[in-house]
Nanobody, 125 residues
Framework: VQLQACGGGLVQAGESLRLSCAASGGIFSTYVMGWFRQAPGTEREFVAGINRSGVRKDYEDSVKGRLVVSRDNAKNTLYLQMNSLKPEDTAVYFC???????????????????WGQGTLVTVSS
């Protein structure tokens, strides 16, 4: 499967963005999906994950209540609605897909097999 992320940009603290990740070349509904981010000089970290049907979701603690992950299997698209953004959310955001997953949601980047190219989110104070 190929993943194409978009929607990043420069916003002020408190504003919102919605990231999208379009999938092609695979059966999207069979993949567990996730969002990760990486700021300069840091390791890639888990942001949010979602199971195949979109019912079960999991979030990194610092984004709970502000970021919402969702998916539209009919449109082969993963989303990340980002509200109340903070400067510490500044990073390159990556979408990822895992095939044959043995858990409904996957938190480790090593569990994912396919990655999008990343989209930069910059939040100014």
């Amino acid at each position: 499967v190929q993943l194409q992320a978009c929607g990043g940009g420069l916003v002020q603290a408190g504003e919102s963005l919605r990231l999208s990740c379009a999938a092609s070349g695979g059966i999207f509904s069979t993949y567990v999906m996730g969002w990760f981010r990486q700021a300069p000089g840091t390791e890639r970290e888990f942001v949010a994950g979602i199971n195949r049907s979109g019912v079960r979701k999991d979030y990194e603690d610092s984004v709970k209540g502000r970021l919402v992950v969702s998916r539209d299997n009919a449109k082969n698209t993963l989303y990340l609605q980002m509200n109340s953004l903070k400067p510490e959310d500044t990073a390159v955001y990556f979408c990822a897909a895992a095939s044959n997953a043995r858990a409904p949601v996957l938190l480790s980047w090593t569990s994912y097999h396919y990655w999008g190219q990343g989209t930069l989110v910059t939040v100014s104070s």
